[in-house]
Nanobody, 123 residues
Framework: QVQLVESGGGLVQAGDSLRLSCAAS????????MGWFRQAPGKEREFVAA???????DYADSVQGRFSVSRDKSKNIVYLQMNSLKPEDTAVYYC?????????????????WGQGTQVTVSS
């Protein structure tokens, strides 16, 4: 059974940093792009960042330069380092994985989702 389990969310102040982790299990993910989406109240889920299965990373314009995605392939863990957090970063953050595809593409449909972790940034 494939599982993506996020951790590391919480309540922080504007300007603070936070690191999210996503532990994947149940299969090999070396041929999967892995990354993060988020959904704020009343808004659609949006792409945040991803580590490509083929190498390289992608970021949404809104987080470029502040967030960093990385992956430990030996442990099947993907991280999202979030710096200089803003109140508009408040959302539920979801880990996602897609086999032999890119998560950054508009309309991309991940093969797997985590359950989400709440990030709240106060002003």
């Amino acid at each position: 059974q494939v599982q993506l389990v996020e951790s590391g969310g919480g309540l922080v102040q504007a300007g603070d940093s936070l690191r999210l982790s996503c532990a994947a299990s149940g299969r090999t993910f070396s041929d999967h792009s892995m990354g993060w989406f988020r959904q704020a109240p009343g808004k659609e889920r949006e792409f945040v960042a991803a580590d490509r299965w083929s190498g390289g990373t992608d970021y949404a314009d809104s987080v470029q330069g502040r967030f960093s995605v990385s992956r430990d392939k030996s442990k099947n863990i993907v991280y999202l380092q979030m710096n200089s957090l803003k109140p508009e970063d408040t959302a539920v953050y979801y880990c996602a994985a897609k086999r032999l595809g890119l998560l950054v593409r508009i309309g991309a449909k991940p093969d797997y989702w985590g359950q989400g972790t709440q990030v709240t940034v106060s002003s």
